[in-house]
């Protein structure tokens, strides 16, 4: 029988409010230095805003479709956003803000974007049941992982081994990131869809949240529930 945990000390009190968008916020993404936010809108727009003075520094405006993903480089040097047109936009975020690269990346609506942690390559995934990695200075796919569900949202370890996959039939999966083959799969891992997963830095858990109202942990090594 699954163990039930209440978690207490979580934030629970607004400390700063802003107007960000027009119409609904459907993406966030913090910079690695966290002195960033870039949001997404249904208005289109993706907005960057300096979170110590706690203003906007600039508004970059998508031409007809809303915003659904958004991530940045681990050298803060581009930001990945993402369209429900199934099109990825690399920005270059040094001098100039200004889009770099744009193409059509998957056949269905794009759920998350991350960038790897030691080459220039960046992930998507999607509802079309794939995974794929980017390169962002060619837009050539060098990978494509074929999730066999619609897949809600993906992350990267550390390392770049694996990569843990949350999906709408309820089960999370875990790739080998080099090899693109099923490391393991976790059925029925909540009761609903599972919104988010992310693998700790250790590289030793999982983290899944799910629209079931739960947060869980899972051990990577021993793949079960803690």
């Known amino acids: 029988m ?12 607004v400390q700063v409010k802003m107007i960000a968008h027009t119409e609904p916020c459907t993406a966030l ?13 249904a208005d289109k727009n993706v907005a960057l805003w300096n979170l110590k003075k706690m203003i906007e520094v600039a508004r970059l405006k998508n ?4 915003i659904c993903a958004l991530a940045f480089s681990l050298d803060n040097c581009y930001l990945m956003s993402c369209s429900t047109d199934h099109r990825a936009t690399v920005y270059t975020l040094r001098g100039n803000i200004k889009p770099s ?6 056949q269905d609506l794009i759920t998350s974007t991350k960038f790897c942690f030691s080459t220039k ?6 509802l079309d049941q794939t995974i794929k990695c980017w390169d962002i200075n060619t837009c050539n796919v060098s990978r494509v992982i074929n999730t066999l569900s619609g897949c809600f949202d993906m992350h990267i370890s550390r390392s770049e081994t694996y990569i843990a996959s ?7 999966r875990v790739w080998n990131a080099k090899t693109k083959e099923a490391v393991f799969k ?5 009761a609903d869809p599972v ?3 992310r693998v700790t830095p250790d590289e030793n858990y999982i983290v899944s949240t799910s629209k079931d109202d739960t947060i869980k942990i899972w051990d990577l090594r021993k793949q079960k529930l803690l």
């Open 121 to 126: 390559q960046v992930l998507t995934s999607s």
């Open 101 to 106: 690269q744009s193409f059509i990346a998957h």
């Open 186 to 190: 976790i059925s029925d891992a909540h």
């Open 63 to 66: 031409k007809s479709h809303s």
């Open 2 to 13: 699954e163990s039930s945990r209440i978690i207490e000390n979580l934030p629970c009190n």
């Open 166 to 172: 949350g999906h709408k039939d309820t089960s999370i």
């Open 29 to 41: 993404a913090f910079n690695p230095m966290g002195d960033t936010l870039a949001t997404g809108g």
């Open 195 to 197: 919104a988010c997963v």
